[in-house]
C-alpha cells in the first residue's frame, strides 16, 4: 500500500511565476491536508480538503494560495506570482474517513525554492 | 485547541531509555494525545497515540497520568537513528497544530 505521494520533491521558481504541487493521499483515504514549514519550525496548518470540497481554509493565505482536490487526480496546491517569502517545504497528509484520534500520514513534502 | 509545551532539545545515548513529557495543562475532554516524529527532509510519522493509561506499540510507550495535564513518551533502548524531532499534539480533529518539537540527539 503505497503511501502519500508528493511530487515534485524540489521546485524552484523565479519571483512572479506559479508553483503547483501535487498530492496524492493513501489508498482509500478522503481527507487531504496541506501544511507549510519553515526551517527550524513546526509545521503550520494550511487547508483541509474532501473530494471536491474544501473544508477549511483557515490557515490559507488570502491572496495567491489556492487548493483543490478533485473527483478524478491528486490534490493540487497552487502559487501564484511566487515571493521568497513562499520558500519552504510544503507537506500533504491523508486519513481516511472518519478516523478516531484523526491519524494523519505524511508525505515526504515537496521544498520550494523562490529565487 | 489545547496548547502543549516540551523540552526544547534532549540529549541521550545509544541504548539508554529516553522519556519527553509534553504538559497540556487545557487539554478538553475528548481530545486524544498523539505524537510524531519527524527526520530531517521528510514529513511527520505517526508513533503512538492515547487517550488515558497506557498504550505501548513496537516502537514506543506513551504514559497519560489521570489528569491527562500532561504525558510522557518513552523510547526504550535508542540508537543512532532515533535522532529526530518528536511533536506531541492534542486534540485538532481536522487541524493538527504542531509546536517546535523536541529535538533529540542520540551519541554513540
Known amino acids: 500500500n503505497a503511501g502519500v505521494m508528493q511530487n515534485p520533491r524540489h521546485l524552484v521558481r523565479r519571483r512572479g511565476q506559479e508553483a503547483r504541487l501535487r498530492c496524492s493521499p493513501m489508498?482509500?483515504?478522503?481527507?487531504v491536508y496541506w501544511y507549510r514549514q519553515l526551517p527550524e519550525e513546526g509545521l503550520k496548518f494550511m487547508v483541509y480538503?474532501?473530494?471536491?470540497?474544501?473544508?477549511?481554509e483557515s490557515g490559507m493565505p488570502k491572496e495567491r494560495f489556492s487548493a483543490e482536490f478533485p473527483k478524478e487526480g491528486p490534490s493540487i496546491l497552487r502559487i501564484q506570482q511566487v515571493v521568497r517569502g513562499d520558500s519552504a517545504a510544503y507537506f500533504c497528509?491523508?486519513?481516511?474517513?472518519?478516523?478516531?484520534?484523526?491519524?494523519?500520514?505524511f508525505g515526504a513534502g515537496t521544498r520550494l525554492s523562490v529565487l | 485547541l489545547a496548547k502543549t509545551t516540551q523540552p526544547i532539545s534532549m540529549d541521550s545515548y545509544e541504548g539508554q531509555e529516553v522519556n519527553i513529557t509534553c504538559s497540556h495543562n487545557?487539554?478538553?475532554?475528548?481530545?486524544?494525545i498523539t505524537w510524531y516524529q519527524q527526520f530531517p527532509s521528510q514529513g511527520p510519522r505517526f508513533i503512538i497515540q492515547?487517550?488515558?493509561t497506557k498504550v505501548t506499540n513496537e516502537v514506543a510507550s506513551l504514559f497519560i497520568p489521570a489528569d491527562r495535564k500532561s504525558s510522557t513518551l518513552s523510547l526504550p533502548r535508542v540508537s543512532l537513528s532515533d535522532t529526530a524531532v518528536y511533536y506531541c499534539?492534542?486534540?485538532?480533529?481536522?487541524?493538527?497544530?504542531f509546536g517546535a518539537g523536541t529535538r533529540l540527539a542520540v551519541h554513540p
Open positions: 489508498k482509500g483515504h478522503s481527507h
Open positions: 480538503l474532501q473530494k471536491e470540497n474544501i473544508i477549511d
Open positions: 497528509a491523508s486519513s481516511p474517513a472518519g478516523d478516531s484520534g484523526n491519524i494523519q500520514y
Open positions: 492515547g487517550y488515558k
Open positions: 487545557n487539554i478538553a475532554t475528548n481530545d486524544y
Open positions: 499534539l492534542v486534540g485538532g480533529y481536522n487541524k493538527l497544530i
